[in-house]
């Protein structure tokens, strides 16, 4: 039933028997989009936290709710990145690829790593999906995959072996194989079956025949490895935990990070939370997350939608509430108005922009980075808000907070970017104690605050912000609205005068946010030399990981990793001179560049993708070392 061939040295011990474990492994999960690999993916990824190893993943699924079967553009894809040193990056190439089909081992078998370990259900690599993946032969049998080890049995006539005994229909019974699937990798990697076999039989405790089923598929594959007599590339390999400083920890998708941020931000700020948001990938997943957390004064509205949904937080935040809505790129154009509303309103917001492929519907499951322009100037008149970039899954919550701090300290709409990486992708994270995180209660005003008893509603306080008055407060009846008004009074003015000083009264007290965030500090490296890399959001992992190689072998680079993109630190202007050379990767086609080059007038260059995949280490080392020679 198993049938091996295999070319190249070992992926993961270099051909040498009896070899030290490597610090990090890459494994792709990789099959038809019914065959549940982020399900199988997202498992891996819990016993891989429980075995102690820091990890980062990447889930790439097609956009189509359902592709045909079997069909190259409906492959589904999970890869993880797992050691015993820092993972910042879910891999270049994988080590491991498992292809439940043709088409999966078709679309990613150019990632794989020369020498790495294929491991195919070669019950799938029939006549028809070969010709649904363009195969004129049967790749596991014409020796075209040489350059990799190949490991082929037919998972799917053993998992209906393993089922059997339980009477599950054909369909059903094969719907268990991706746990068979996951209990050969739980035995390849030395993870324990335990907390899965528990998490099986919560997930199907209505139905224990499923339950039943799905636990004798892991254990069976489990068995196998454990069993089956096969030389070459099928060995077990244990990775040692990674050091780690004491703690709680968990692991947190980027969705999970910033749902539970803007629910700590809002307790600090001592509000309820309302989120008006409309389903849109890949920002759904913050709603889903919210709903669960109702217990903490969240409440959760699915609007009709994007203009509505922004509408309702804006409203919440009218009424004393923190409003917080999100979208991705297309929804966030179809919110621009009523952002602008807010922003003349001068009421505190949250807007999520989890960022995907553009223009238009785009890609809509792949990342990018190429709504920066949009954030930062994307809205009709002189429309200037805080824009905030997260760097990974956990450094999304405390970015949440901060978005939520300078919302209500600065009566002002925040936009808090990520993107499609970022909010599908898990990594550890140390749970921070809540003492650590210093309050900033909001305030309303609650009694007349000009002469005679008269309310001012853009009187400004020292920050530049105006009072934030509850709707229906007694004695405290005023007027806010998409109208320009008087800077005094409120009263609807809109003169020459008016709208030159509430035009330079809004712009100030955004510029006067930078005085409030930390000085940009380098992240990895010197304050000066020949090249420094500037980064924003998800490209952190790639970059800090190409200048520490490209430092170890005596280059002179430097990383400083931006989280605060509008307005910018006051001294980064100061940081980026001492560089003779400044190169910005992202994956747009050079949007940040342009920003630092307008606001600093230094010479920044572009390395840019646009691809909807991340930027690999590779690509940036290869960048390094290009300027540097020249």
């Given at each position: 039933m198993a049938t091996a061939v295999f070319g190249g040295p070992d992926a993961?011990?270099?051909?040498?028997?009896?070899?030290?474990?490597?610090?990090?492994?890459?494994?792709?999960?990789?099959?038809?989009?019914?065959?549940?690999?982020?399900?199988?993916?997202?498992?891996?990824?819990?016993?891989?936290?429980?075995?102690?190893?820091?990890?980062?993943?990447?889930?790439?699924?097609?956009?189509?709710?359902?592709?045909?079967?079997?069909?190259?553009?409906?492959?589904?894809?999970?890869?993880?990145?797992?050691?015993?040193?820092?993972?910042?990056?879910?891999?270049?190439?994988?080590?491991v690829l498992i292809a439940m089909n043709p088409a999966a081992l078709k679309v990613n078998l150019d990632a794989l790593k020369p020498g790495g370990l294929i491991i195919a259900d070669s019950g799938e690599f029939n006549k028809r999906n070969l010709e649904k993946a363009k195969y004129t032969v049967n790749p596991l049998e014409d020796g075209s995959l040489h350059k990799w080890q190949l490991l082929g049995f037919d998972?799917?006539?053993?998992?209906?072996?393993?089922?059997?005994?339980?009477?599950?229909?054909?369909?059903?019974?094969?719907?268990?194989?991706?746990?068979?699937?996951?209990?050969?990798?739980?035995?390849?990697?030395?993870?324990?079956?335990?907390?899965?076999?528990?998490?099986?039989?919560?997930?199907?405790?209505?139905?224990?025949?499923?339950?039943?089923?799905?636990?004798?598929?892991?254990?069976?594959?489990?068995?196998?490895?454990?069993?089956?007599?096969?030389?070459?590339?099928?060995?077990?390999?244990?990775?040692?935990?990674?050091?780690?400083?004491?703690?709680?920890?968990?692991?947190?998708?980027?969705?999970?990070?910033?749902?539970?941020?803007?629910?700590?931000?809002?307790?600090?700020?001592?509000?309820?939370?309302?989120?008006?948001?409309?389903?849109?990938?890949?920002?759904?997943?913050?709603?889903?997350?919210?709903?669960?957390?109702?217990?903490?004064?969240?409440?959760?509205?699915?609007?009709?939608?994007?203009?509505?949904?922004?509408?309702?937080?804006?409203?919440?935040?009218?009424?004393?509430?923190l409003g917080v809505t999100s979208s991705s790129g297309p929804g966030i154009a179809l919110k621009t108005e009523a952002i602008g509303l807010a922003v003349m309103t001068e009421l505190p917001l949250v807007i999520v922009n989890s960022q995907r492929g553009g223009p238009s519907t785009g890609l809509p499951t792949k990342t990018e980075q190429s709504d920066l322009y949009q954030a930062v100037y994307g809205r009709n008149g002189d429309a200037s808000i805080p824009v905030i970039a997260a760097r990974s899954p956990s450094d999304?919550?405390?970015?949440?907070?901060?978005?939520?701090?300078?919302?209500?300290?600065?009566?002002?709409?925040?936009?808090?970017?990520?993107?499609?990486?970022?909010?599908?992708?898990?990594?550890?994270?140390?749970?921070?104690?809540?003492?650590?995180?210093?309050?900033?209660?909001?305030?309303?005003?609650?009694?007349?605050?000009?002469?005679?008893?008269?309310?001012?509603?853009?009187?400004?306080?020292?920050?530049?912000?105006?009072?934030?008055?509850?709707?229906?407060?007694?004695?405290?009846?005023?007027?806010?609205?998409?109208?320009?008004?008087?800077p005094t009074t409120g009263a609807i003015d809109y003169s020459p005068a008016s709208h030159q000083t509430m035009t330079d009264l809004r712009k100030a007290k955004i510029d006067g946010i930078a005085k409030s965030i930390p000085p940009q500090e380098v992240t990895l490296g010197e304050a000066s030399g020949k090249l420094v890399l500037v980064g924003w959001g998800s490209t952190f992992g790639p970059i800090h990981q190409a200048v520490r190689r490209a430092r170890r072998r005596g280059l002179d680079v430097s990383h400083v990793h931006v989280r605060y993109i509008w307005p910018l630190p006051e001294n980064l202007g100061e940081l980026l001179a001492g560089y003779d050379r400044v190169l910005v990767p992202e994956m747009n086609t050079g949007q940040f560049k342009t920003v630092l080059r307008d606001q600093f007038l230094i010479d920044a260059r572009p390395l840019n993708k646009t691809s909807g995949q991340p930027f690999t280490i590779a690509e940036i080392e290869a960048a390094i070392e290009q300027i540097l020679a020249a």
């Amino acid at each position: 039933m198993a049938t091996a061939v295999f070319g190249g040295p070992d992926a993961l011990t270099g051909g040498k028997e009896n070899a030290a474990a490597p610090d990090a492994v890459v494994v792709r999960f990789a099959g038809d989009s019914g065959d549940g690999m982020q399900l199988t993916g997202g498992q891996f990824t819990l016993s891989t936290a429980l075995a102690g190893n820091d990890l980062a993943t990447f889930p790439d699924f097609p956009a189509e709710i359902r592709a045909p079967q079997g069909t190259l553009f409906g492959v589904s894809a999970f890869q993880i990145n797992f050691g015993s040193t820092d993972i910042e990056t879910a891999g270049d190439q994988p080590d491991v690829l498992i292809a439940m089909n043709p088409a999966a081992l078709k679309v990613n078998l150019d990632a794989l790593k020369p020498g790495g370990l294929i491991i195919a259900d070669s019950g799938e690599f029939n006549k028809r999906n070969l010709e649904k993946a363009k195969y004129t032969v049967n790749p596991l049998e014409d020796g075209s995959l040489h350059k990799w080890q190949l490991l082929g049995f037919d998972i799917s006539a053993l998992t209906l072996e393993a089922v059997k005994p339980f009477g599950l229909g054909n369909k059903e019974a094969l719907r268990c194989k991706n746990m068979w699937t996951l209990g050969l990798a739980l035995w390849m990697f030395d993870r324990e079956r335990g907390p899965l076999i528990d998490w099986l039989r919560t997930k199907f405790a209505k139905n224990s025949t499923l339950a039943d089923a799905n636990v004798a598929a892991l254990n069976a594959g489990h068995a196998y490895g454990e069993t089956a007599e096969l030389s070459g590339p099928l060995r077990q390999v244990r990775i040692a935990p990674v050091e780690s400083e004491p703690g709680l920890y968990r692991t947190v998708t980027g969705a999970e990070s910033i749902s539970y941020g803007l629910v700590a931000g809002a307790q600090l700020a001592e509000l309820p939370l309302f989120f008006g948001g409309y389903p849109i990938t890949p920002a759904s997943s913050i709603l889903h997350n919210l709903v669960k957390l109702k217990e903490f004064g969240v409440t959760t509205f699915q609007a009709e939608d994007e203009i509505a949904a922004i509408a309702s937080a804006i409203g919440a935040s009218y009424a004393g509430h923190l409003g917080v809505t999100s979208s991705s790129g297309p929804g966030i154009a179809l919110k621009t108005e009523a952002i602008g509303l807010a922003v003349m309103t001068e009421l505190p917001l949250v807007i999520v922009n989890s960022q995907r492929g553009g223009p238009s519907t785009g890609l809509p499951t792949k990342t990018e980075q190429s709504d920066l322009y949009q954030a930062v100037y994307g809205r009709n008149g002189d429309a200037s808000i805080p824009v905030i970039a997260a760097r990974s899954p956990s450094d999304a919550f405390d970015c949440a907070i901060e978005a939520c701090r300078v919302a209500t300290q600065y009566m002002t709409p925040v936009m808090l970017l990520t993107d499609g990486y970022i909010a599908n992708a898990a990594e550890p994270w140390k749970v921070p104690d809540p003492a650590s995180y210093l309050p900033f209660p909001a305030t309303f005003l609650e009694e007349p605050n000009g002469p005679d008893g008269t309310v001012l509603p853009f009187a400004r306080n020292e920050r530049g912000a105006r009072p934030w008055i509850k709707a229906g407060t007694p004695g405290l009846m005023h007027r806010i609205g998409g109208i320009e008004k008087n800077p005094t009074t409120g009263a609807i003015d809109y003169s020459p005068a008016s709208h030159q000083t509430m035009t330079d009264l809004r712009k100030a007290k955004i510029d006067g946010i930078a005085k409030s965030i930390p000085p940009q500090e380098v992240t990895l490296g010197e304050a000066s030399g020949k090249l420094v890399l500037v980064g924003w959001g998800s490209t952190f992992g790639p970059i800090h990981q190409a200048v520490r190689r490209a430092r170890r072998r005596g280059l002179d680079v430097s990383h400083v990793h931006v989280r605060y993109i509008w307005p910018l630190p006051e001294n980064l202007g100061e940081l980026l001179a001492g560089y003779d050379r400044v190169l910005v990767p992202e994956m747009n086609t050079g949007q940040f560049k342009t920003v630092l080059r307008d606001q600093f007038l230094i010479d920044a260059r572009p390395l840019n993708k646009t691809s909807g995949q991340p930027f690999t280490i590779a690509e940036i080392e290869a960048a390094i070392e290009q300027i540097l020679a020249a």
